[in-house]
């Protein structure tokens, strides 16, 4: 009930609720496209996936933004973000449409990858002008509260789309390109949202703003090394911890996903009722999203009176050291039910922990450091989830069972437990 009477005052914010929408469809989108590339890259017949293939690929998807989430960054605090909104889904609905076409023909595998790339560099600059915009449309009063439905709200539509294209897949052996053609209608649907916004409502403001984009790209490095410096300054560094907690729950996250990806697609899909071949494979893989959602659902809820209560790494702790006590006694039987209730652990505490760092980051940093800040903030997770994939790939056997990869999470969990504690001792 109190979740219901929170978002029933943040919804009497017109902009809120604009700036809500184009979330939730631009995340939706997200989540149809992903699934389509993972059943795709993971779950395609004449495919045999290993986990060194599923590491990289995800290297060649997401460590470019190690580049282009500087970038974002410094033009967030140039552009106006609603322009960010309109523009950047326009393109990507047009290139989710061009992904859909090479799914549908012979075309070699790197003209694929290249546009499955430029649509995910797209998704770092309005993510993070999503965050960077959040503080425009309420008042101080309620941000911890926005911080924690919106990004959630998003991440649910992410996944409640997400188990839509997982049906679509799993009606139709060969449906990969229909569901990336419904990824690019989201696209086109939340471009058109973006046009109920003001033009200049979502900053920054016209102060900060630096016409031409030759001016921009030559004040990129000064303006990332300022940023730097200002999360640097006593002020911010409650921000740079939680941002470090959080890059390393990111990446436990990846080395997990990589680990349940393996199972799916390996060890689970033989032997468990009418879930059997590779079709099980991928049904068992959007049941564990499903319930991950349900996590992020739960940490929406719990999330604000946790705050209140322990303090933003109090609760950051309580989540890390949840992980580090369920992870390894959910994990080591292998088998799907206790995973599958370890995808909905993992998916509340690393929503918990992300929405708390989502505010620490908001109150600790100025508004023309913001953009900058949570493009840094994307690449630091991008190279957390790459790594992780890496380590992965060297530990897992091929069918996905592994020891080791489950005490070395455990173990990381447990380290940011300790480190979290000592600081707000501190």
Not at 61 to 80: E, H, I, K, M, N
Not at 115 to 140: I, K, Y
Not at 190 to 205: C, K, M, N, V, W
Request: with cysteine.
């Amino acid at each position: 009930m109190a979740v219901v009477g929170d978002l029933r005052a943040l919804l009497r914010f017109g902009g809120f609720r604009r700036l809500l929408a184009v979330r939730l469809l631009s995340q939706g989108a997200d989540g149809v496209y992903q699934v389509a590339l993972a059943a795709h890259v993971v779950f395609s017949p004449e495919k045999e996936t290993s986990a060194g293939a599923i590491a990289s690929a995800m290297a060649v998807l997401l460590l470019p933004y190690s580049l282009v989430g500087p970038f974002a960054g410094v033009l967030l605090d140039r552009w106006q973000r609603r322009q960010v909104f309109l523009h950047g889904n326009l393109l990507r609905a047009l290139l989710a449409a061009t992904t859909a076409a090479l799914m549908a023909t012979t075309a070699p595998g790197w003209l694929f990858y290249a546009s499955a790339l430029c649509v995910t560099a797209v998704n770092r600059f309005v993510l993070a002008g999503l965050s960077a915009a959040l503080p425009r449309v309420v008042d101080a009063e309620r941000l911890v509260v926005a911080n924690s439905l919106s990004p959630t709200a998003g991440t649910l539509a992410a996944t409640v789309c997400g188990g839509l294209a997982f049906v679509v897949r799993l009606a139709g052996a060969d449906s990969d390109a229909a569901v990336v053609l419904l990824a690019a209608a989201l696209y086109l649907a939340s471009a058109l949202a973006a046009l109920r916004l003001g033009r200049a409502q979502l900053g920054p403001g016209a102060a900060d703003i630096r016409p031409g984009l030759g001016a921009a790209l030559a004040g990129t490095a000064r303006g990332l090394a300022a940023g730097v410096r200002h999360l640097a300054a006593p002020r911010c560094r409650p921000a740079a911890r939680a941002l470090l907690a959080m890059t390393l729950m990111r990446f436990c996250y990846g080395a997990l996903t990589v680990m349940v990806l393996m199972l799916c697609r390996y060890a689970w899909p033989a032997g468990h009722g009418a879930l059997t071949g590779r079709s099980g494979g991928l049904a068992l893989l959007g049941l564990a999203v499903g319930l991950s959602g349900a996590g992020f659902f739960v940490a929406a809820v719990l999330t604000p009176s946790a705050v209140a209560l322990l303090g933003a790494a109090g609760w950051i702790t309580a989540c890390a050291g949840s992980a580090a006590v369920l992870v390894p006694a959910l994990g080591l039987p292998f088998a799907p039910v206790p995973l599958l209730i370890a995808a909905f652990v993992l998916g509340l505490v690393t929503q918990g922990a992300k929405i708390s760092t989502d505010t620490v980051v908001q109150a600790s940093v100025d508004d023309r450091f913001r953009g900058r800040t949570f493009s840094l903030y994307d690449v630091l997770f991008n190279v957390a989830f790459v790594g992780a994939a890496g380590v992965a790939a060297l530990i897992l056997p091929p069918d996905g069972r592994s020891v080791p990869l489950l005490v070395t999470v455990a173990a990381v969990y447990a380290v940011i437990t300790g480190s979290m504690a000592r600081f707000g001792a501190r």
